[in-house]
């Protein structure tokens, strides 16, 4: 016997500077999975006799001491099992009790596991606490009966105040007495006895729900935990200034690290400190302040009450209750009520796959309770406003067809004909029809390339910046409106939108963002991810530039900048921008794709709204927008699904977000450790998916065998870019299967189902539908592929092995480089004397309508691109995106490179959207071209491609 034999859990992670954020639930679970299975095997040795097991005995006391250790300061952090019921573990283990020890632990995880401690009402059971049930040989019948009726949500409530265990037992006494059987909710106390203590707390225990901030309570803990000084770091406090404050100043720098950490947590102020002077901005983390709280009652009524406003769902329960309704139909929907269903001979098994209930919800009614989209002035207005307070906005929109319209109507309402906007030339396929549909003229934006991957990271915020300049210098900044990124992009890196919507604006004092978050509606409810979400970054600029530290922080810069040369780019490239807090306006928009990482029918999306200015310059010409693009027939099962899904986020989110990367955490680990596994796969770090000038804190990997886990605290709060740690790219070129062949194995022979590849790797999003059994289940299949592959290697012929080689050294040496976005042709330029880049793409969509204004060129067969070899310039007349990358690598106007041909020549995927195998390459004719670029006023002799380069000479910079 030793630590082999239980492969779950290695001793070593008692290590306490082996803690960390993402994954001590995952630690004490296996902990806890350890106990009961070395209680098992202590009872089997001693109860046998043998003395063979003398030596187990012996390693099994030792480790379980060590566990019990480690233990103790994490149980005082959870109501169940919770200190009370380990005490009583660890007395039946000393004693060698160690059927007892077996039972007891054989209860605890069955119950952490099913969550059956959720059910059970300690005051109804009549017991002290959940370590009475470790005295119960068996539950009683009664007990039983109790679980299965109880429905009731629970939750747990944390003080925070430096009392004693029998303070804290009469606390706990006096709140349950005031429970009631028609209490929508229950809940239990945990007590925590120090400032530290309350932020371990409320990260590592995602039933909590509220807290209670009480009288005095020293600032350091005495738990061993290393992972505080990742918490401190978050959190971007001075430990030491906290530790030093009076107790109620200590009291409501708490409130506010407790609010910075998960924001939806309602807190409540004890104080005996007259109340009237912290009332008002002081106290404004907290929902109530009471004065010498002696009778718990009005908190009681309190806490339900907050908790019950983050339960409603309005919209979905005016829903339930209208379908309950006898409602005789004389208007749209015969299925409405499943009339067309029940009656039917032929359809019937439409009802029973789906339900009738869906059916009795499906409804055009605006009455009833019910609500109009469009107008919404009842229950739809309640749960968009539930919906901003959840993700941090001013105003939430929901939209029931998807991203790609959120994104549309946003562009639409912001943007005018004529106006620039900035985009990334890898960007969703939406953005450039978005810009199309407004008029404006787009200015593409180079993402660094990662070639070795056939992949692009982020927009530098340099190259930002440069073309800001470069737009200044032309007198075009006045028509600069809008600058769009999408965050995080597909394959996970997530800029910094803080830093460069602050910087942005030291250019652009009225630049208006939107921030694309299809992938990433679940960064809110991270305390790590939060920080790079586009409403978490405005809320901060606001207060910042509010603030007079910040004035004084910006007087001094500017005095700095005065003595600088203006005129050289080098002044504002090289160093960190600060805008004039008299003239920057905080405008963001940001876009979600609810359905796709969070609990929402599919093309269920928001769109989010911090914008100064809104009411006074854009709320009609929004409202607008959002009528043209929004049906007047919304399905009415999507809008529930986003109700319900805000409530989930706001009670359980930051427990399923914390799960889903400690799980990605967990598969990182698995592959990384596996050496049969390791010789065909790899997990891309932040080191091969950031450059090193965009990671100043030096962070290359979460994880490996060697160091172990990674901190990511560092590289969140400062570095450029980061990896979110969800998406797990694997590298598969060492197996010879390009990533779309890898896709398809997965799907045909193992049913698993993943969407984005590039030539020679396969992406993993780890969401919070996924468990522990779901992550082991692919670790197994890659076991298997790769054991599969050490089987043919070993039989395959010379000649065999001889093509594999040459796969394996296509995907990995011999691909593609990326190409940028080339330009504009002059005919599709904004004006013809143009020295900046930005294009007329409405124009050339247009003009492609024409089909006599286009030809068609193979690519296959070499046509196009001896085409692009002559003199001719060759401009694109269509979209052309190829899946994977899932781009526009040509839209309309576009001058077709040798670079950019190929580029699709290399591609070994069947889907090219935009691309007809049958005819070829939309491109228009070259009299279309010189008779638009003569219509622009360009003139005839700069057709060439000499005269050509020069009009783009700013972009081929």
Not at 166 to 194: G, H, I, M, N, T
Not at 522 to 537: D, E, G, K, N, Q
Not at 612 to 623: L, M, S
Not at 677 to 701: A, C, H, N, T
């Amino acid at each position: 016997m030793n630590e082999q034999a239980f492969d779950y859990f290695d001793l070593e992670a008692l290590n306490p500077s082996h803690v960390a954020i993402y994954n001590v639930t995952r630690l004490r679970t296996d902990i806890w999975h350890f106990l009961r299975d070395s209680a098992r095997r202590l009872y089997r040795i001693t109860a046998s006799g043998e003395a063979s097991g003398t030596a187990d005995l012996m390693w099994l006391t030792d480790a379980c001491t060590e566990v019990f250790n480690f233990l103790r300061p994490l149980e005082d952090f959870f109501v169940f099992p919770g200190r009370p019921a380990l005490d009583q573990v660890c007395d039946s283990f000393e004693r060698k009790r160690y059927d007892e020890f077996a039972r007891q632990t054989m209860r605890m995880v069955r119950m952490m596991s099913n969550g059956l401690y959720r059910k059970v009402d300690l005051t109804s059971s009549r017991l002290t606490d959940y370590g009475d049930l470790l005295n119960i040989a068996k539950l009683s019948e009664e007990i039983h009966a109790r679980i299965r009726q109880e429905k009731r949500p629970y939750f747990q409530v944390l003080v925070v105040d430096d009392m004693t265990d029998v303070e804290a037992k009469e606390l706990r006494r006096q709140l349950r007495d005031l429970r009631r059987p028609d209490d929508l909710f229950f809940y239990e106390v945990v007590v925590a006895r120090s400032f530290e203590d309350a932020l371990m707390a409320v990260l590592i225990n995602p039933d909590i729900q509220t807290c209670v901030v009480r009288y005095g309570f020293p600032f350091a803990t005495s738990k061993p935990f290393k992972l505080l000084e990742e918490i401190h770091s978050l959190l971007n406090h001075d430990p030491a200034q906290i530790a030093s404050s009076m107790p109620t100043e200590r009291s409501l720098n708490l409130g506010k690290a407790l609010k910075s950490l998960r924001p939806e947590l309602d807190l409540f102020l004890v104080t005996d400190a007259p109340v009237e002077g912290i009332v008002g901005e002081p106290s404004r983390a907290f929902r109530r302040a009471f004065y010498h709280q002696e009778n718990y009652q009005e908190l009681h009524l309190s806490i339900l009450k907050a908790v019950n406003e983050r339960y409603e769902t309005p919209f979905f329960n005016a829903l339930k209750k209208y379908s309950q309704k006898p409602t005789a139909m004389f208007h749209a929907l015969p299925i409405s009520h499943s009339a067309t269903i029940v009656r039917s001979h032929w359809i019937k098994d439409m009802g029973e796959f789906y339900g009738h209930k869906v059916f009795e919800a499906e409804t055009s009614a605006t009455t009833g309770g019910l609500d109009s989209l469009l107008q919404p002035g009842g229950s739809l207005r309640d749960a968009q406003e539930r919906a901003a307070r959840a993700f941090g906005s001013r105003r939430t929109y929901f939209v029931t067809n998807g991203t790609s319209t959120a994104n549309k109507i946003v562009m639409q309402a912001i943007n005018r004909p004529g106006d620039i906007v900035l985009l990334a030339h890898d960007c969703h396929k939406s953005h450039p029809y978005a810009v199309i549909l407004s008029g404006s003229h787009p200015v593409y934006l180079d993402a660094y390339p990662l070639s070795e991957y056939s992949m692009y990271g982020a927009v530098p915020l340099a190259e930002i910046k440069r073309r800001l300049l470069e737009l200044k210098r032309a007198g075009k900044l006045d028509r600069v409106r809008m600058l769009l990124l999408t965050n995080i992009t597909f394959d996970g890196v997530v800029y910094n939108p803080m830093q460069v919507m602050e910087e942005v604006l030291a250019i652009k004092p009225d630049m208006i963002f939107l921030w694309d978050e299809a992938w990433c509606a679940y960064a809110r409810f991270s305390p790590i991810l939060r920080r790079r979400t586009a409403m978490w970054s405005a809320a901060q600029l606001r207060r910042r530039f509010a603030s007079d530290e910040y004035r004084r922080e910006y007087q001094k810069w500017r005095t700095e900048l005065d003595g600088c040369d203006a005129a050289d780019d080098a002044t504002w490239l090289d160093r960190r921008l600060m805008p004039d807090p008299d003239q920057a306006r905080v405008r963001v928009y940001a876009t979600h794709s609810t359905h796709k990482t969070l609990t929402a029918l599919r093309q269920g999306s928001m769109i989010h709204v911090h914008d100064q200015d809104f009411e006074h310059h854009t709320r009609n010409a929004f409202n607008e927008a959002y009528m043209t693009h929004t049906s007047t027939s919304p399905n009415y099962q999507i809008l529930a699904s986003l109700d319900v899904g805000r409530r989930q986020v706001e009670l359980e989110g930051h427990e399923m977000v914390g799960r889903s990367i400690e799980l990605a955490m967990t598969l990182r680990e698995r592959i990384e450790s596996d050496p049969l596994i390791g010789k065909y796969f790899s997990v891309l770090r932040p080191k091969e998916m950031i450059l090193p000038q965009y990671r100043p804190s030096g962070l290359e990997k979460y994880f490996s065998p060697s160091g172990g886990w990674g901190r990511m605290d560092k590289a969140w709060l400062n570095d450029e870019f980061v990896l979110d740690p969800t998406r797990v790219t694997l590298h598969v070129g060492r197996t010879g299967m390009d990533g779309d062949t890898f896709k398809k194995l997965l799907m045909d022979r193992f049913d698993i189902q993943i969407n984005k590849t590039s030539r020679n790797t396969v992406l993993f999003m780890i969401h919070i539908g996924m468990t522990r059994g779901t992550i082991a289940h692919l670790v197994n299949i890659l076991t298997e592929i790769a054991r599969d592959f050490d089987d043919k290697l070993d039989r395959w012929s010379d000649v065999e092995l001889a093509a594999h080689e040459r796969l394996v050294r296509s995907l990995n040496e011999e691909l593609p480089p990326l190409p940028n976005f080339s330009r504009f042709h002059p005919a599709f330029l904004t004006s013809p004397d143009s020295t900046t880049p930005e294009g007329d793409l409405r124009r050339a969509f247009f003009q492609a309508y024409d089909d006599t204004a286009c030809d068609y060129i193979k690519l296959e067969d070499g046509s196009l691109l001896r085409e692009v070899e002559t003199e001719r310039e060759v401009v694109s007349a269509a979209f052309i995106t190829p899946y994977p990358p899932g781009f526009p690598v040509l839209v309309p106007g576009q001058v077709i490179t040798r670079e950019i041909v190929q580029y699709l020549m290399a591609l070994d995927v069947k889907e090219i959207h935009g691309y007809e195998p049958t005819f070829g390459l939309r491109a228009f004719t070259a009299d279309v071209v010189a008779r638009e670029s003569e219509r622009n006023g360009v003139r005839k002799r700069s057709a060439s491609r000499i005269d050509q380069d020069a009009v783009g000479a700013g972009r081929s910079a």
